[in-house]
């Protein structure tokens, strides 16, 4: 398998080295497309096709990256089968399984966060815990983000965030699985930065395995591989059913305020909102005692699913 991978990989290179297409002439300036003067207007302007007005080699070699950039992404989709099939597998399984409705946000739910990342390892001292599902291959979660930054420097360790990455698209699945073997490392603040880095108005391809390796150079590669074909296999796995099964999560990103769903990238008074919420509550919960643990309690009297 790995051979066959090294083989894929070596491809992919060879079509990344491929010439760019030459850019686009532009028509000169006093005519139009129809080829009436440009200070005599036609009553017949046809919409011109396509690259109708580049020369044939221009067009042709256009044709021809277009098809590389095909073949680029399928190779990258074997390379990813190979790795992740049977992650792949279970995540179709679960799809196609029952759809189940959608988490009400008066209910307090059991979200369970073992193994997931968080901003505060080892600390189980918050009061309040935001479970956000995330995929940064697309720009709500992104913006959610954002906002999750401002209210971490609100409200500081009684704010924690704990992040379930998760597989929407095909070609997140990549990124997810990055993630956990950088979470492993204890460099997940970092893997985060490297996919930010990445700009959305780009291709889906920078989001492959290939590039990504590229990008998360900072690993250590032998624990990295390891992790990817093990132990991030199995959480990727649970993580899907959990959310797709459980709780019907179609999309990112989502959240669970101590246990209290929010769909989508809202605004930040909405989640300021809840958050002071939760946290008088929890005020009043433990009066002068600890707060060591206190999530873990909510986890274990939390509605089990909608």
Same mark, same amino acid.
């Given at each position: ?14 079509? +990344? ?24 207007? =036609?009553? =017949? ?17 256009? /044709? ?6 095909? =073949? ?22 679960? !799809? ?90 204890? !460099?997940?603040?970092?893997?985060? /930065? ?38 991030? +296999? ?9 959310? !797709? ?17 929010? /769909? ?25 005692? =600890? ?16």
């Amino acid at each position: 398998m790995s051979e066959r991978i090294r083989q894929l990989e070596t491809e992919v290179a060879t079509l +990344k080295a491929a010439p760019p297409a030459p850019a686009p002439v532009p028509p000169p300036r006093d005519r139009l497309d129809d080829g009436a003067s440009a200070d005599r207007p =036609s009553a =017949s302007k046809k919409r011109m096709p396509p690259h109708a007005s580049l020369p044939p080699d221009v067009a042709e070699l256009q /044709a021809k990256v277009t098809q590389l950039e095909g =073949s680029h992404n399928e190779m990258w989709n074997e390379v990813e089968r190979l790795l992740f099939g049977d992650v792949i597998a279970s995540d179709a399984a679960v !799809k196609r399984g029952q759809p189940r409705p959608e988490p009400r946000g008066d209910v307090a739910y059991s979200v369970p966060i073992a193994g997931n990342p968080t901003d505060q390892p080892g600390d189980d001292t918050a009061k309040v815990t935001w479970v956000v599902g995330i995929e940064l291959s697309e720009p709500f979660t992104r913006r959610l983000l954002e906002t999750a930054k401002t209210l971490r420097t609100s409200y500081g360790k009684d704010l924690r965030m704990v992040f379930k990455p998760m597989v929407v698209h095909e070609w997140g699945i990549a990124s997810a699985m990055l993630l956990c073997a950088a979470d492993r490392q204890g !460099k997940f603040e970092q893997g985060i /930065a490297a996919l930010l880095a990445i700009d959305l108005k780009g291709v889906r391809t920078d989001f492959r395995i290939g590039p990504l390796r590229q990008r998360f150079h900072f690993l250590d590669k032998v624990q990295a591989e390891a992790d990817l074909t093990g132990s991030c +296999k199995k959480q990727m796995r649970d993580e899907q059913t959990w959310a !797709k099964s459980k709780f019907g999560m179609v999309g990112t990103p989502y959240s669970f305020i101590n246990g209290r769903y929010v /769909a989508g990238a809202q605004g930040e008074e909405q989640f300021r909102k809840l958050i002071d919420e939760e946290l008088a509550r929890a005020n009043q919960e433990l009066g002068n005692a =600890s707060s060591k643990g206190y999530y873990d309690r909510l986890v274990k009297r939390g509605t089990k699913a909608p």
